[in-house]
T-cell receptor, first 110, second 114 residues
Framework: QKEVEQDPGPLSVPEGAIVSLNCTYSNSAFQYFMWYRQYSRKGPELLMYTYSSGNKEDGRFTAQVDKSSKYISLFIRDSQPSDSATYLCAINQAGTALIFGKGTTLSVSS | EPEVTQTPSHQVTQMGQEVILRCVPISNHLYFYWYRQILGQKVEFLVSFYNNEISEKSEIFDDQFSVERPDGSNFTLKIRSTKLEDSAMYFC????????????FGQGTRLTVV
């Protein structure tokens, strides 16, 4: 079983929609959960960082972690065309390298 | 805003040649990483570096790869004898300390081996 699973999409939504992006993971020792946004041929840009179960909100973005289900989510409210990108989940334990999901490609149409 | 800087942005090299990819991590960060992303695939970990030595490496990071921090600011990845399958985006990342696990990435170097 792969350590981090993420549906690659593509996911297409109209402007203003609520977007839900998800990852599952297999190792219950993972403690830190991140979401990165990546535009084509650019470096991953850190969006959200969470530790332990619960929700974290930053503007239009909400990251949710359910450690009991080994399931993490990123919600984007009022999606904009500029949100069109690939969204990567990344997970690790303290002091270890990030393990990335494959990324979900999102397209928001105006 | 501090950022991770990588040079060059694109490098084309012939198979068998040596390449050096350069990175300037965020000042006062202590942990440094190299990742790569083959076109259409996931971001893969290569190596992490702390206190002037490799702290972790993946199976990909074999003897043809090496890393170095030659001075107080630069962090380099050397590929000794490039293969066609080394063609990828190479990303450098850095983070502050063990407890602060947020890693910040550079814009990448696109390596094309011909």
């Amino acid at each position: 079983q792969k350590e981090v699973e993420q549906d690659p999409g593509p996911l297409s939504v109209p402007e203003g929609a609520i977007v839900s992006l998800n990852c599952t993971y297999s190792n219950s020792a993972f403690q830190y959960f991140m979401w990165y946004r990546q535009y084509s041929r650019k470096g991953p840009e850190l969006l959200m960082y969470t530790y332990s179960s619960g929700n974290k909100e930053d503007g239009r973005f909400t990251a949710q972690v359910d450690k009991s289900s080994k399931y993490i989510s990123l919600f984007i409210r009022d999606s904009q065309p500029s949100d069109s990108a690939t969204y990567l989940c990344a997970i690790n334990q303290a002091g270890t390298a990030l393990i990335f999901g494959k990324g979900t490609t999102l397209s928001v149409s105006s | 805003e501090p950022e991770v800087t990588q040079t060059p942005s694109h490098q084309v090299t012939q198979m068998g040649q040596e390449v050096i990819l350069r990175c300037v991590p965020i000042s006062n960060h202590l942990y440094f990483y190299w990742y790569r992303q083959i076109l259409g695939q996931k971001v893969e970990f290569l190596v992490s570096f702390y206190n002037n030595e490799i702290s972790e490496k993946s199976e990909i990071f074999d003897d043809q790869f090496s890393v170095e921090r030659p001075d107080g600011s630069n962090f380099t990845l050397k590929i000794r004898s490039t293969k066609l399958e080394d063609s990828a985006m190479y990303f450098c990342a850095s983070r502050g300390d063990r407890t602060n696990t947020e890693a910040f990435f550079g814009q990448g170097t696109r390596l094309t081996v011909v």
